[in-house]
């Protein structure tokens, strides 16, 4: 049995399409010439253009899976919702906020603190707590003792403001710490980021971290899927042989990572213009957030010297196509040569965004 793909429609509703396309030659969706273990004769294929009615060029592909089951003559279709959206914010294109240097600051991309889109910096006490069982909004008289406690869990972040109004935190923030956001580099009271050499650490077992290091903490006000350092060549990059960076994820969940040393970076070309130009000739490395978000991401230098001009987050964003209608035709061939078609359509409604269809033959006699 063979499939073919011989156009199809995109649209908002009903008989409203904004895109049709008959390709020529028809998509060949390949022969199969035995059924799976169900006894169904499957077909896989995909389509790639854009879904959304929105004057922007954004085309995505989507997949899906036609079966045919010749014992109840029918084709069960499965439409797969297209691929995320990659949105990706560097902390380049921010602005400053007014004031400083101080141990808090702002990167702003709505201009001010009222949109969802800014990112807190904090230097933070590198052997601070990292997280407790207690919310300090659950008491009457909150206590804040943890970095988590300042990052609070998800959107609605701490703003710049807040956290100032809680200091003195000796636990949690030096009293002569100065942020340092800019593409010369984010860190604590100059633009690198310094680790103390003093021996193993007595708070994380395994790492080098001591109360002599430097640390800052970085928050995107929205909840990411993954976050990008880019660390500078100068001040000779960073040799994981004989420095020590470590990261500590937060989650959006509440949960809270271990801290990680950086040990794989990846080296970034001199004329590699994918990226920023503050990173070229350095390397980065990228922090997955895998099944959860994201909340905020503290690094701390152990041992050695990084300047980190750069810091990007990136967001998965996933969306519904609009209505689509599929038109394919069915070739049977029997043991004989003799070949008998079948021309059919599937339309699938935006939403649910994903769902199986099955469409009876016009004439289940025709294939025998």
């Not at 253009?49 to 899906?64: I, K, L, M, R, S």
């Not at 869990?153 to 942020?179: S, V, Y």
């Not at 790492?207 to 002599?212: D, M």
């Amino acid at each position: 049995m063979s499939l073919t793909l011989d156009s199809y429609r995109i649209g908002t509703s009903g008989t409203s399409f904004f895109t049709e396309v008959d390709p020529e030659p028809n998509v060949s969706l390949g022969t199969v010439t035995a059924p799976d273990g169900d006894g169904n004769y499957v077909f896989d294929g995909s389509i790639t253009a854009d879904f959304t009615d929105d004057g922007e060029d954004n085309e995505q592909p989507v997949e899906f899976t036609l079966k045919f089951d010749p014992d109840a003559d029918t084709y069960t279709v499965i439409l797969n919702t297209p691929p995320a959206q990659k949105t990706t914010k560097s902390s380049a294109d921010g602005s400053l906020d007014a004031g400083g240097p101080d141990a808090v600051r702002t990167l702003l991309f709505g201009g001010d603190e009222d949109g969802n889109d800014d990112i807190v910096f904090f230097g933070a006490v590198p052997t601070a707590v990292r997280s407790d069982l207690t919310v300090p909004g659950d008491d009457e008289d909150p206590v804040y003792d943890s970095i988590l406690d300042l990052i609070e869990r998800g959107e609605g972040d701490l703003t710049e403001e807040e956290i100032e109004a809680l200091l003195p935190l000796p636990n949690l923030i030096n009293a002569n710490t100065q942020m340092n956001v800019s593409t010369s580099g984010i860190g604590i009271n100059n633009n690198n980021l310094d680790g103390a050499d003093e021996g193993g650490s007595d708070v994380f077992e395994g790492t080098s971290i001591t109360s002599g290091d430097e640390s800052f903490v970085v928050n995107p006000e929205e909840p990411v899927d993954s976050v990008t350092v880019y660390i500078s060549s100068t001040v000779q990059g960073y040799d994981p042989g004989t420095e020590e960076l470590y990261y500590t994820v937060y989650y959006t969940d509440g949960t809270v990572g271990e801290p990680m040393k950086v040990t794989d970076p990846t080296p970034i070309a001199k004329n590699d213009m994918d990226v920023p130009k503050e990173a070229r000739g350095g390397s980065s490395f990228t922090i997955e957030g895998g099944d959860k978000q994201i909340d905020a991401v503290q690094l701390t230098m152990g041992l050695g010297t990084v300047k980190i001009p750069v810091i990007e987050f990136t967001t998965f964003d996933t969306f519904d196509p609009g209505a689509l209608s599929l038109d394919f035709t069915a070739t049977l061939e029997d043991g004989d040569e003799d070949t008998a078609t079948d021309d059919f359509t599937v339309d699938f409604s935006p939403e649910p965004p994903a769902e199986a269809l099955s469409v009876s033959l016009d004439d289940p006699d025709v294939l025998l």
